[in-house]
């Protein structure tokens, strides 16, 4: 009886939570993936839903322009995930010194992360403007000629080839368009101060006591950042980089906002921008945007369980 | 330890001819280019070199290269704000200047009204409305607040319980919701809006709100907490004859004030800056929040950058105000995600 009162108690008290969570969490789930397997249109009436298996799915998979997206959301992925792991780790690094103003610079770095994108985008729609941003000035006061930044098309590999003579030709080797790397350069701009809070946590845990007896026994600092600092900060390393890369597949704001019509050429579409276009920019596929959705899932379900398997034996939990 | 007055006064110098040298590279570069990189390198040649000659401190090398690779990282980091502000002092021609300026001739303290009060277009294209910021700003503080406090007690409930009460499926219903913070929101993006249709619901306060109102990260970072709160406390309640909900409404939510204030302020600040989920479940202009009717704004300004950067000044105001304030926790609640 007792036991019973305190089930109902504590139904109570989980009652709100569950509600929300059942209707705006778990039932979608359900329905997107029976909508997956219809050809369903968000004008449609019911009655003239029809159940058509898999072929949305097979449609997904051989559409080129699906392929372009698939192209361009892991040239993102790999560009903007090493680099804002690296630059963070390094103003960590930097932050985890006993310098005057240190509080100082942790909020100046911070600061992006809590800017909201509409804001970013228009700024930095402006930076990068042809004829009046600024970072065009930059490149003239060095002497360099102009970009188009957000309006070029060709890969920044092709770009940097091309001005000692060598031309790419396969689209796999050129590299994130510039236009896609000028967005990837702002979302680097954005989330350094995010990650860098959390390295720093994590060098903070570091028992100094370790780095003072390698300094005894003659290790360089190279030594003891190879040795001491990189196997001690692996478990916030690998968080970080699982969830960055997580997020990074899932990756639309910005290129929806910087580059509304998905970018010179096409090449800043990655696959969430490809399923809004397809299901809310007038076209209504739902059954097609969801298959989108969950090979987006299926994809990032693969990728999570690689990098668990390499990467998380590498983990040294234990201090 | 305390340092020697002298030591502490050559830090000082450190401190500042760092500074000095850092601003020599700034306006260098400003005027003469790539020429100005090489005074700056000149600068800090000289710099090392007394430090080297005359002080012989390794310590001072080492501070002056962590000053200088940190002031230039946040060179760029402030730019935009910088570029952000100023800009939305200039004239409209002057906006459009090259070479720009880094100061303008004439502050056109105007701009700010012109774009508080320009007409924004619909989003999907349609003319535009006589709707000016102050009706933004009202939906968005309004969503914001009750959805940050309606997810604070919902949230706390459902921490509460699965940190303190033993009932059927506890540890299930758990990993389910750890589970659901793993899924793509992209996925739940189209059946949600077809509920929300079939609720009616659209173009509704309740669609900008209740579907955030139990937050799975806060529920996570709650109990966290809850947990480690110790159980004679709740000993100690039971003999004063409190029941459960007062125990947990005056001694465990007022313990852990920092946790909530963390919680709180992720999702006043997911909600203030969401763009996607009110595009999406709203259609009329007057039901849009800041993030939506700026993004309008952006779209129909063109190239008026002086009002879109006055627009996106304060937009990014009440953040980066709310920021100073309340940093400790916002720094706190990230440091705590990456260490279990």
Same mark, same amino acid.
């Given at each position: 009886?007792?036991?019973?009162?305190?089930?109902? /108690?504590?139904?109570?008290?989980?009652?709100?939570?569950?509600?929300?969570?059942?209707?705006?969490w778990f039932?979608?789930?359900?329905?997107?993936?029976?909508?997956?397997?219809?050809?369903?249109?968000?004008?449609?009436t019911w009655?003239?839903?029809?159940?058509?298996?898999?072929?949305?799915?097979?449609?997904v998979l051989?559409?080129a322009?699906?392929?372009?997206?698939?192209?361009?959301?892991?040239?993102y992925?790999?560009?903007s995930?090493?680099?804002?792991l690296?630059?963070? $780790?390094?103003?960590?690094?930097?932050?985890?010194?006993?310098?005057?103003?240190?509080?100082?610079?942790r909020?100046?770095?911070?600061?992006?992360?809590?800017?909201?994108?509409?804001?970013?985008?228009?700024?930095?729609?402006?930076?990068?403007?042809?004829e009046?941003?600024?970072?065009?000035?930059?490149?003239?006061?060095?002497?360099?000629?102009?970009?188009?930044?957000?309006?070029?098309?060709r890969?920044i590999?092709?770009?940097? @080839?091309?001005?000692?003579?060598?031309? %790419?030709?396969?689209p796999?080797?050129?590299?994130?368009?510039?236009?896609?790397?000028?967005?990837?350069?702002?979302?680097?701009?954005?989330?350094?101060?995010?990650? #860098?809070?959390?390295?720093?946590?994590? $060098?903070?845990?570091?028992?100094?006591?370790?780095?003072?007896?390698? *300094?005894i026994?003659? &290790?360089?600092?190279?030594h003891?950042?190879?040795h001491?600092t990189v196997?001690?900060?692996?478990?916030?390393?690998?968080?970080?980089?699982?969830?960055?890369?997580i997020n990074?597949?899932?990756?639309f704001?910005?290129?929806?906002?910087m580059t509304?019509?998905?970018?010179?050429?096409?090449?800043?579409t990655?696959?969430?921008?490809?399923?809004y276009?397809k299901?809310?920019?007038?076209?209504? $596929? #739902?059954?097609? &945007?969801?298959? %989108?959705?969950?090979?987006? @899932?299926?994809?990032i379900?693969?990728?999570?369980?690689?990098?668990?398997?390499?990467?998380?034996?590498?983990?040294h939990? *234990?201090? | 330890m +305390?340092?020697?007055?002298?030591?502490?006064?050559e830090?000082?110098?450190?401190?500042?001819?760092?500074?000095?040298?850092?601003?020599?590279?700034? !306006?260098?570069?400003?005027f003469?280019?790539?020429?100005?990189?090489?005074v700056?390198?000149? =600068?800090?040649a000289?710099?090392?070199?007394?430090?080297?000659?005359?002080?012989?401190?390794?310590?001072?090398?080492?501070d002056? %290269?962590?000053?200088?690779?940190?002031?230039?990282?946040?060179?760029?980091?402030?730019?935009?704000?910088y570029w952000?502000?100023?800009?939305?002092?200039?004239?409209?021609?002057?906006?459009l200047a090259?070479?720009p300026?880094?100061?303008?001739?004439?502050?056109?303290?105007?701009?700010?009204? /012109?774009a508080?009060?320009?007409?924004?277009?619909?989003?999907?294209?349609?003319p535009?409305?006589?709707?000016?910021?102050?009706?933004? !700003?009202?939906?968005s503080?309004?969503?914001?607040?009750?959805?940050?406090?309606?997810?604070?007690?919902?949230s706390?409930?459902?921490?509460?319980? !699965?940190?303190? #009460?033993?009932?059927?499926?506890?540890?299930?219903?758990?990993?389910?919701?750890?589970?659901?913070?793993?899924?793509p929101?992209?996925?739940?993006?189209? +059946?949600?809006?077809?509920?929300?249709?079939?609720?009616r619901?659209?173009?509704?306060?309740?669609?900008?709100?209740?579907?955030?109102?139990?937050?799975?990260?806060?529920?996570?970072?709650?109990r966290?907490f809850?947990?480690?709160?110790? /159980?004679?406390?709740?000993?100690?309640?039971?003999?004063?004859?409190a029941?459960r909900f007062?125990?947990?409404?005056?001694?465990v939510?007022?313990?852990?004030? +920092?946790v %909530?204030?963390?919680?709180?302020? =992720?999702d006043?600040?997911?909600n203030?800056?969401?763009?996607?989920? +009110?595009?999406?479940v709203?259609?009329?202009? *007057?039901?849009?929040?800041?993030?939506?009717?700026?993004? &309008?704004?952006?779209?129909?300004a063109?190239?008026? @950058?002086?009002? $879109?950067?006055?627009?996106?000044?304060f &937009?990014?105001?009440?953040?980066?105000?709310?920021?100073?304030?309340?940093?400790?926790?916002f720094?706190?609640?990230?440091?705590?995600?990456?260490?279990?």
């Amino acid at each position: 009886m007792r036991i019973l009162k305190q089930n109902a /108690e504590a139904f109570c008290y989980l009652l709100p939570a569950t509600l929300v969570l059942a209707v705006f969490w778990f039932l979608p789930v359900i329905l997107s993936i029976i909508i997956s397997f219809t050809n369903w249109k968000g004008l449609d009436t019911w009655t003239t839903v029809k159940w058509v298996g898999l072929t949305n799915y097979f449609n997904v998979l051989q559409d080129a322009e699906f392929h372009q997206t698939i192209l361009n959301t892991f040239n993102y992925v790999i560009y903007s995930v090493p680099l804002t792991l690296l630059i963070s $780790l390094l103003a960590a690094m930097l932050l985890n010194s006993q310098i005057q103003g240190r509080s100082f610079f942790r909020t100046v770095y911070f600061l992006p992360f809590i800017t909201t994108w509409v804001a970013i985008s228009i700024v930095f729609r402006y930076f990068y403007d042809r004829e009046f941003g600024l970072a065009n000035y930059f490149l003239k006061q060095m002497g360099m000629p102009r970009l188009e930044w957000l309006s070029e098309p060709r890969g920044i590999w092709t770009m940097l @080839f091309s001005t000692i003579g060598i031309s %790419i030709k396969k689209p796999i080797l050129a590299g994130p368009s510039l236009a896609m790397f000028s967005i990837i350069l702002t979302t680097i701009w954005r989330s350094i101060g995010y990650y #860098m809070i959390i390295f720093l946590a994590g $060098l903070q845990n570091i028992d100094k006591t370790y780095y003072e007896a390698a *300094e005894i026994d003659g &290790a360089s600092a190279w030594h003891r950042f190879l040795h001491i600092t990189v196997p001690l900060l692996s478990p916030v390393t690998f968080f970080i980089l699982v969830t960055s890369m997580i997020n990074s597949f899932k990756v639309f704001v910005p290129q929806l906002i910087m580059t509304p019509s998905g970018g010179p050429d096409n090449t800043t579409t990655t696959i969430v921008f490809h399923l809004y276009e397809k299901g809310f920019q007038g076209l209504w $596929l #739902m059954g097609h &945007a969801s298959a %989108i959705a969950y090979i987006l @899932f299926v994809i990032i379900l693969i990728i999570t369980l690689i990098q668990n398997r390499i990467l998380g034996r590498r983990v040294h939990y *234990e201090v | 330890m +305390p340092l020697p007055a002298s030591i502490k006064h050559e830090k000082n110098i450190v401190f500042v001819s760092n500074i000095a040298i850092f601003l020599i590279l700034v !306006f260098g570069f400003r005027f003469l280019g790539w020429k100005g990189i090489l005074v700056y390198a000149g =600068f800090l040649a000289l710099l090392l070199f007394t430090i080297i000659n005359v002080w012989q401190r390794p310590r001072n090398i080492k501070d002056t %290269i962590t000053y200088q690779a940190l002031l230039i990282g946040g060179f760029f980091m402030v730019l935009p704000f910088y570029w952000m502000f100023i800009t939305s002092f200039k004239s409209y021609k002057e906006a459009l200047a090259f070479p720009p300026t880094w100061w303008p001739t004439e502050f056109h303290w105007k701009n700010w009204v /012109e774009a508080w009060n320009a007409p924004k277009g619909n989003i999907y294209g349609d003319p535009p409305v006589p709707l000016t910021f102050t009706r933004y !700003f009202y939906v968005s503080i309004m969503v914001g607040i009750v959805t940050t406090c309606g997810s604070f007690t919902v949230s706390a409930l459902a921490a509460y319980a !699965f940190a303190r #009460m033993q009932f059927w499926g506890r540890g299930l219903f758990f990993y389910i919701i750890i589970a659901m913070m793993m899924i793509p929101g992209q996925v739940l993006l189209i +059946p949600n809006y077809l509920t929300l249709a079939k609720l009616r619901w659209l173009d509704h306060y309740q669609a900008l709100i209740i579907p955030w109102l139990a937050s799975v990260f806060s529920i996570f970072l709650l109990r966290q907490f809850f947990i480690t709160i110790p /159980e004679d406390l709740w000993d100690a309640a039971q003999i004063d004859g409190a029941g459960r909900f007062r125990f947990l409404w005056q001694i465990v939510i007022p313990l852990s004030k +920092p946790v %909530i204030i963390t919680a709180g302020i =992720f999702d006043f600040l997911g909600n203030w800056n969401s763009l996607f989920w +009110p595009l999406i479940v709203t259609t009329r202009p *007057e039901m849009r929040t800041l993030m939506v009717g700026l993004q &309008a704004f952006n779209q129909d300004a063109g190239s008026d @950058f002086h009002l $879109l950067m006055a627009a996106s000044t304060f &937009a990014v105001l009440p953040i980066v105000i709310m920021f100073f304030f309340l940093q400790r926790f916002f720094i706190q609640g990230i440091a705590r995600t990456g260490l279990k």
